[in-house]
């Protein structure tokens, strides 16, 4: 096991056919078990005169209608839970901004799976018994901390349960301790590095550090180009959801093209997210995932609002599990702008094509007439800000044009000073949407 190339190598290469059959059988016993078990689905299925043995091929899971995530909401807390109330044996939840929380209630099956699927996505990373995992994901009810930290003990490795927060002693702890991994948010890895470079550390030798494995928010590539840049280490995409389990629904192998679904415990549907027509492979759109062998709280056609796209061929890695692209925007964050829709990884991608400006931004849409007005306020580099060379107005125009590429529409620019934009510890904050009422 230690220095193999898999952690389950009959799942991770198992022969398309094969799979699907696997998927056909847990499908079936999920909607019997459901329809047996769930107040919420019995009903959902009787509303369509839905059978549980109306199953017979994979395709019939399209008879069942989506679960959304107002479901979960309205069924708040114990609603949708399939599971007796003795064998729910830990909650996690998501951090809503609004109304009741998004609750995951898992029994010790589902416990034992995202175990298996965060070492799995540990291991699909290069993580080994060897390695120091440095897991700066806030530990809680959000799924970060945790997910990595029961996945890292079933590898064997060793684990500096940092949470969130804290960053100089962050760095401090990965350098005596010599992490090799680190785990959290591709912008709290910016902000570390960006620290380290502020306090003359220079993680190429001060630090151990070879894997980084980041998820919870979309990022682009060339923010894992910046991360890896900056710091010397492999960035690896780790995508889930706290509905689902919490991270590891999806990993990225050492490819580097996509992110491998464990499609042995979940089904991956694409959707038009304005009709709900399913879409072929490799067509943009929003992903739906059925929880296959969830027992807790299982989920049939769950719309995630995640925005993506799925591939079917096998990866050059020799996994034949299909990979989900990167998660560029969900698409309620998407925001329409006088008619436009603007994705703030379009903003991202803009603002990392300069290398005079740090990472992080800020969008400002407001609208004080009747039109959108959208701004979008931009950092410094502390090297570009000493700079003589830099002229703020040709830069400011250059970014200017750049946002116009990438949208289609013009943004009023802002350049501020280096450090002057809020960080954020957790997921990052990056749109202040002041329209609200105003519409
Ligand atoms: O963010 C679970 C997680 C923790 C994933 C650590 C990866 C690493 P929630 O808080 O329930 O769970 O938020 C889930 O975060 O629907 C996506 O919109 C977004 N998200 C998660 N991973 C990625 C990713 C965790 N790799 C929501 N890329 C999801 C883009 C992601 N978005």
């Not at 909650?91 to 589902?110: M, V």
């Amino acid at each position: 096991m230690e220095d193999g190339k898999y952690w389950n190598e009959k799942i991770e290469t198992m022969p398309p056919e094969e799979l699907k059959r696997h998927q056909l059988k847990k499908l079936k016993e999920l909607v019997k078990y459901c329809y047996e078990n769930s107040v919420f689905y019995r009903k959902k299925f009787d509303s369509v005169g839905f059978k549980p043995e109306s199953i017979r091929s994979l395709n019939d899971l399209r008879k069942i209608p989506f679960t959304v995530k107002t479901d979960l909401k309205d069924n708040y807390p114990f609603g949708m839970v399939a599971a007796k109330p003795e064998d729910i044996v830990e909650f996690h939840a998501s951090s809503g901004t609004t109304g009741n929380p998004i609750i995951g209630a898992y029994t010790k099956n589902d416990m034992d799976v995202w175990q298996e699927l965060m070492a799995r996505s540990i291991y699909t990373a290069g993580g080994r018994r060897r390695d120091v995992i440095h897991i700066a994901f806030g530990y809680g009810l959000f799924t970060g901390g945790l997910g990595f930290h029961y996945g890292a003990q079933k590898v064997g490795a060793k684990i500096v349960p940092a949470s969130g927060g804290m960053t100089q002693r962050q760095i401090k702890l990965m350098k005596d301790l010599g992490a090799t991994i680190l785990a959290c948010t591709p912008s709290f890895a910016l902000y570390l590095a960006e620290t380290m470079a502020q306090e003359g550390v220079d993680p190429r030798k001060e630090l151990k550090l070879k894997i980084g494995m980041f998820g919870a928010e979309p990022w682009s590539d060339k923010i894992r180009e910046r991360i890896q840049k900056d710091t010397g280490i492999e960035a690896f995409d780790i995508y889930g959801l706290t509905e689902l389990c919490g991270p590891g629904v999806a990993i990225e192998c050492p490819e580097h093209n996509g992110l491998h679904v464990a499609e042995d415990h979940f089904i991956v549907e694409t959707i038009d997210p304005d009709t709900g027509e399913v879409l072929p492979d490799g067509e943009e759109g929003e992903l739906v995932f059925t929880s296959l062998t969830k027992t807790g709280l299982p989920l049939l056609r769950y719309r995630t609002r995640d925005i993506s796209k799925v591939e079917t061929e096998k990866c050059s890695c020799e996994r034949t599990n299909a990979r989900m692209m990167r998660v560029h925007g969900r698409s309620d964050d998407m925001l329409i702008i006088r008619g436009v829709n603007v994705f703030p990884s379009q903003i991202e991608y803009a603002v990392m094509c300069f290398s005079e400006l740090a990472t992080q931004y800020q969008i400002v849409v407001d609208r004080p007439g009747a039109l959108d007005t959208f701004a979008v306020k931009v950092e410094l580099s502390d090297k570009a800000a000493k700079d003589p060379n830099v002229y703020l107005n040709i830069l400011k125009n250059e970014i200017q044009k750049q946002i116009h590429i990438v949208t289609g529409i013009s943004a009023d620019v802002e350049i501020v000073k280096p450090g002057e934009l809020p960080r954020t510890e957790g997921k990052a904050k990056r749109v202040l949407d002041l329209r609200n009422g105003k519409m």
